[in-house]
């Protein structure tokens, strides 16, 4: 398995859902920086499980355990790694999926390269658990990127059939990036939560899962940022955004949408304010040629159905050779895509600080 990411900043992800443990070794951080640990806790708080009735209700702290690396609060320069145990495990709802592999899961494509070897248990590494050690490593890169004035934010834009407000892509206000940041179910209109949660509610009662988008914005970046041509900015973020186990599609500023515009209607026509070069629409979504053109970074990522669902599914037995009908035991989210948020924003963190 390769579960790396980075060249300057690079991060490691390891352990399995239902193993001792799970966390991250991050190597390049700064020596000297100062690490604000309460922060790092309400971002894991922020993604931990059991908190919310859209969530699974595993429970669990998500209390990491810095093994190396810091002194106090200060990065020493050397690898930090953090360690988050494994705590309330339920193995034995997860008997019959070896042999019979979950729909839209990992479950038959890892048994066949990995030859039946991958632990099956709540996914294994391939569960959404593994994105709690990625959180960690957002929070901190996150810390040390606001020191450079760049901020990160998002929210749900979608659940389901039900839309939230969109960024203003040329001026992200600085208070709502603040306040989505700190939410565990960031909005930017309030009122959507309601029928989102209902939803949400919907997909439960028919013992079924839904979907949605996160949208993420990235304010404060310098322009010049982006190794093209494999490094831009795009792909080094889709590349740590696909990470996320859910994450389907990505687009950046208008995305898909330009394929229906004339360049007349897509270009950002330029122009000259207090001295900066800035556009005056963004639908390229901050990123010119794979470089930070000054403007907020804004992109979306689309996060699937849970496949882990309470009705019966078609599926195959591995182990007889014939057709079969699933169904799953267990604790599983009926959507994701809240607890996806601060997920989402830290593989943006990762992948803006390696870059800059």
Do not use: W
């Amino acid at each position: 398995m390769s579960s790396t990411y980075g060249s300057k900043i690079k991060i490691s992800v390891f352990g399995e859902s239902h193993g001792n443990g799970i966390g991250v070794v991050i190597d390049g951080l700064p020596a000297g920086a100062a690490i604000d640990r309460d922060a790092v806790l309400a971002q894991m708080a922020r993604r931990a499980p059991g908190r919310d009735k859209t969530a699974t209700p595993r429970k669990e702290s998500d209390l990491p355990r810095v093994l190396s690396g810091m002194r106090g609060d200060i990065l020493t320069g050397a690898p930090l790694c953090a360690v988050i145990e494994n705590t309330n495990t339920r193995s034995q709802d997860y008997g019959n999926l070896l042999a019979m592999p979950r729909p839209a899961h990992s479950d038959y494509t890892a048994y066949v390269k990995y030859r039946g070897a991958n632990d099956i248990r709540g996914g294994g590494h391939f569960s959404g658990r593994i994105t709690a050690p990625l959180v960690f490593a957002g929070a901190v890169c996150r810390q040390l990127l606001e020191r450079q004035g760049v901020r990160i934010a998002a929210h749900i834009e979608r659940i389901g059939n039900i839309c939230d407000a969109r960024f203003d892509p040329v001026s992200v206000d600085p208070s709502l990036m603040q306040r989505l940041s700190a939410s565990s179910f960031s909005l930017i209109d309030g009122m959507k939560e309601a029928p989102m949660r209902a939803e949400v509610e919907a997909a439960h009662t028919a013992q079924d899962s839904v979907g949605g988008v996160i949208e993420c914005a990235v304010t404060g970046l310098p322009v010049g940022v982006g190794e093209p041509m494999f490094d831009g900015m795009e792909g080094a973020i889709a590349q740590a955004v696909f990470g996320v186990p859910a994450v389907k599609g990505i687009e950046f500023g208008a995305g898909f949408a330009l394929a229906q515009m004339r360049g007349s209607q897509a270009n950002d026509p330029f122009r000259y304010e207090n001295g900066s070069v800035v556009t005056e629409t963004n639908h390229c979504g901050g990123i010119l040629g794979g470089i930070s053109d000054g403007m907020p970074l804004i992109f979306r990522a689309a996060i699937k159905p849970t496949p882990s669902i309470a009705m019966p599914q078609k599926t195959v037995d591995l182990q007889t050779g014939e057709n079969a009908v699933l169904e799953i035991r267990g604790r599983h989210d009926p959507c994701i895509v809240p607890r996806a948020v601060p997920v989402i924003e830290a593989a943006a963190a990762v992948a803006i600080l390696n870059l800059m």
